[in-house]
């Protein structure tokens, strides 16, 4: 388990994250900081922009670099906090650029770091080896790492469209960041599943079960939690939701009531081993002193043209 200690606070990274970060740290009582290299997504310029000007189209190499030459202020926007809790959608561009660099300077600076990363869809192809690559650097800075996949949602509830699988995401990202403040916080990579509202109880077990397993999570987790929604849920009901998650996904699984609403659970379940995500990134098996995909981005020699930054 992953130790936090307050005070804690929400980064937003990019602008899946930089929409979440407010309701997440909302639900905890503690601050929050938006960091993104577009004015809009900063909420009236209420935040921090890492400025990729005069790029009009930048990539994710040169959101890095911006993101790098904006973390001091990162940093001293968080201030004295102890725990630092990464928001990002690692689809985009801008999620995928920023949130590992935050990451990184926040572990650096000697804090703790909790991230949790939005993988795409299956079918976003030009999407998935960058965040796979993002996904690589975050978990490399993190704590603790807790993954969304979009693409495992839309699997296990196969009619629903994006938007409401979005929707369906956020809810049980926001389950889980508000459990943070109890300390309810697995180690390493953990991988969250969830039902659609109001399916019932055994029939969101069981959604959530195909989920972990589109997840890559097949009898590996070494332990899970199990968030049982519900207007007071059976203690018994609650039970046989951990056991069922637990003899299928293996380890050793904790149940307890998150709340009420229509009736549906919330997992997170911590690997045990290799998932599908190590995939994404098919050279992240390359040892980092034989890439070329370096830490900070390469800049151009000090010149006196006006230049941010050349890339190669």
């Not at 690692?90 to 660099?101: E, F, K, Q, T, W």
């Not at 650096?108 to 993988?119: D, N, Q, Y």
């Not at 650097?137 to 839309?154: K, Q």
């Not at 599943?193 to 399916?199: D, E, F, L, T, V």
Request: glycine fraction near 16%; proline fraction near 4%.
């Amino acid at each position: 388990m992953t130790v936090v200690s307050g005070p804690i606070v929400v980064v937003g990274a990019g602008g899946a994250g930089s929409r979440l970060a407010p309701e997440a740290a909302s639900r905890l009582g503690v601050g929050h900081v938006a960091v993104s290299n577009a004015a809009s997504d900063l909420r009236g310029g209420r935040g921090i922009e890492a400025s990729t000007a005069p790029v009009i189209n930048p990539t994710v190499h040169v959101i890095r670099s911006a993101a790098h030459r904006a973390s001091a202020r990162v940093l001293e926007a968080v201030g004295g906090a102890r725990t630092v809790i990464v928001m990002a959608g690692l689809a985009g561009r801008s999620g995928a650029g920023i949130a590992p660099v935050v990451a990184g300077a926040a572990s650096a600076a000697g804090k703790t770091v909790v991230s949790v990363a939005i993988m795409p869809f299956g079918y976003e192809k030009d999407r998935v080896f960058g965040a796979g690559i993002a996904l690589r650097r975050l978990r490399e800075a993190s704590d603790c790492t807790i993954i969304v996949d979009n693409d495992a949602m839309l699997e296990g509830s196969p009619g629903l469209g994006a938007s409401s699988c979005i929707g369906m995401a956020n809810a049980a990202i926001m389950h889980v960041v508000g459990s943070i403040g109890a300390g309810d916080v697995p180690g390493g990579d953990s991988v969250v599943a969830a039902s659609s509202a109001g399916a019932g109880l055994e029939e969101s077990v069981r959604e959530a079960i195909k989920m972990l397993y589109e997840g890559g999570v097949r009898g590996s987790a070494s332990q899970s939690l199990v968030h049982v929604i519900g207007d007071d849920v059976p203690v018994g009901e609650i039970a046989e939701a951990g056991a069922a998650v637990s003899g299928t996904a293996g380890g050793a699984a904790s149940a307890r009531p998150a709340g009420a609403g229509g009736e549906g659970v919330v997992v997170v379940s911590e690997l045990g081993g290799a998932s599908k995500f190590d995939s994404y990134d098919p050279l992240g098996a390359i040892p980092a002193n034989m890439t070329l995909d370096w830490d900070e981005a390469e800049r151009s020699v000090p010149c006196a043209l006006d230049i941010a930054q050349v890339e190669r």
